[in-house]
């Protein structure tokens, strides 16, 4: 099976600006986790959609969303970008079913850079 | 909130040595899960521990499930350079029926060849 693909890679953008990031999850896989990765942070949940609902969501500010289509694809929005938005953002897919149903499969992510 | 917890942050060894790596959580876990990241690269997954008191290996890697299911731990036997990268323990959110998962600061590990 294809893994996790993650469009744009590299992305820079000025503050105030808003951008639009774009993940596919392996084929099969309902559950679409988005997470951001910054050194002084970690990996931070952002949220998680499931059947085109978001069943989890994490602490950040609103002008975090996403959505997902019924294809499983999923899109996440930053608007009004700050300096600290800088970073690299991952989406992970996985098949919520059974005992297996917690493993994430990460794409490459997507690095942010806010001027 | 819900913490895992992971030391130490950075493990510097020669090629050869052992390492091992902890992880605790504020909660007991349903799961514990760990994943690499190399250099560069993305968090791949590991191994997922679900039972209390496991221990599971991966050729030079052993990870354990504590029996109160609320610590573990990786320890891989004579590091290789190919080992290098940050390892990160997840545990799942507690009462979450999704896929929220917890992650540790990570431990980045080194080998000096």
């Known amino acids: 099976k294809a893994g996790v693909t993650q469009t744009p890679r590299y992305l820079i953008k000025t503050r105030g600006q808003q951008v639009t990031l774009s993940c596919s999850p392996i084929?099969?896989?309902?559950?679409v986790s988005w997470y951001q990765q910054t050194p002084g942070q970690g990996l931070q949940f952002l949220f998680e959609?499931?059947?085109?609902?978001?069943?989890n969501k994490g602490n950040f500010p609103g002008r975090f969303s996403g959505r997902q289509f019924s294809n499983s694809r999923s899109e996440m929005n930053v608007s009004t970008l700050e300096l600290g938005d800088s970073a690299l953002y991952l989406c992970?897919?996985?098949?919520?079913?059974?005992?297996?149903?917690?493993?994430?499969?990460f794409g490459p992510g997507t690095r942010l850079t806010v001027t | 909130g819900q913490q895992v917890m992971q030391i130490p942050q950075y493990q510097h060894v020669q090629e050869g040595e052992d390492f091992t790596t902890y992880c605790n959580s504020s909660t007991t876990l349903s799961n514990i899960q760990w994943y690499k990241q190399r250099p560069g690269g993305h968090p791949v997954f590991l191994i997922q521990?679900?039972?209390?008191?496991e221990v599971k290996k991966q050729k030079r890697l052993t990870f354990q499930f504590g029996e109160a299911k609320k610590n573990s731990s990786l320890h891989i036997t004579a590091t290789q350079t190919t080992d290098v990268g940050t390892y990160f323990c997840a545990g799942p959110e507690i009462y979450n029926q999704g896929g929220k998962l917890i992650f540790g600061q990570g431990t980045e590990l080194s080998v000096k060849p």
């Open positions: 521990l679900v039972k209390s008191g």
């Open positions: 992970a897919s996985s098949d919520p079913r059974g005992d297996r149903a917690y493993e994430q499969y």
């Open positions: 959609y499931f059947s085109e609902t978001q069943r």
């Open positions: 084929s099969g896989h309902r559950s």
